[in-house]
Nanobody, 119 residues
Framework: QVQLVESGGGLVQAGGSLRLSCAAS????????MGWYRQAPGKQRELVAT???????NYADSVKDRFTISRENAKNTLSLQMNSLKPEDTAVYYC?????????????WGQGTLVIVSS
């Protein structure tokens, strides 16, 4: 069973930084695309950033040049470095991973980690 566990959320002042981490298991799995999504109160979940197993990245316009996504394939870990945080970045951040089982394409979600940016 695939499990994703996020950590690193918390309360930070505007302009500050936080680093989120996601540990994916089992380690024997090979995850195709991994990514971070977020959901602010009263809003729909939205994409923050994704990264392929080859290292290609994609960012939402709202976080470009402030957030950096990275992954360590050997350890199945995913990170999100968030700099210059703004109050509008306040949300629950979710880790997501796409993987294949046979010919089926599946995805898994973490439980989320809360980020609060105070003004």
């Amino acid at each position: 069973q695939v499990q994703l566990v996020e950590s690193g959320g918390g309360l930070v002042q505007a302009g500050g930084s936080l680093r989120l981490s996601c540990a994916a298991s089992p380690n024997s799995f090979s995850f195709n695309v991994m990514g971070w999504y977020r959901q602010a109160p009263g809003k729909q979940r939205e994409l923050v950033a994704t990264i392929t197993s080859g290292g290609s990245t994609n960012y939402a316009d709202s976080v470009k040049d402030r957030f950096t996504i990275s992954r360590e394939n050997a350890k199945n870990t995913l990170s999100l470095q968030m700099n210059s945080l703004k109050p509008e970045d306040t949300a629950v951040y979710y880790c997501n991973a796409l993987f294949s089982v046979g010919r089926r394409d599946l995805d898994a979600w973490g439980q989320g980690t809360l980020v609060i940016v105070s003004s």
